[in-house]
């Protein structure tokens, strides 16, 4: 049964760092496309970063880019989210999903997590 299992995620004041990472278990990433989204509370589920199957493309919602960086390691299987100089509004679900294709359009993807809780708070 494939999985995409999320970890990395909690509670950091503002200005600090994380790095999610997002770990296939029962399938093989490097035949898609991954994406990270995110959704806050009473909000709806946001685009956050696409990254190809090889990692040569990497697309990100324009208020995102500069602070957040999605890599991949296809030897290992996992995606990974590296966030910097995290804001009160980072605060959200996020979540890691797989798809054959390359987009950042979450109704299109095939698999998903369940999602790791960050939390930005002094």
């Known amino acids: 049964q494939a999985q995409l299992l999320e970890s990395g995620g909690g509670l950091v004041q503002p200005g600090a760092s994380l790095k999610l990472a997002c770990k296939g278990s029962?399938?093989?990433?490097?035949?898609?496309?991954m994406g990270w989204f995110r959704q806050a509370p009473g909000k709806e589920r946001d685009f956050v970063a696409v990254?190809?199957?090889?990692?040569?493309?990497?697309h990100y919602a324009d208020s995102l880019k500069g602070r957040f960086t999605i890599s991949r390691d296809n030897d290992k299987n996992t995606v990974y989210l590296q966030m910097n100089s995290l804001k009160p509004e980072d605060t959200a679900r996020y979540y890691c999903?797989?798809?054959?294709?390359?987009?950042?359009?979450?109704?299109?993807?095939?698999?998903w997590g369940q999602g790791t809780q960050v939390t930005v708070s002094s």
């Open positions: 999903a797989a798809d054959e294709d390359y987009g950042a359009l979450d109704a299109h993807y095939a698999y």
């Open positions: 029962g399938i093989t990433l490097d035949y898609y496309a």
């Open positions: 990254i190809s199957w090889s990692g040569g493309n990497t």
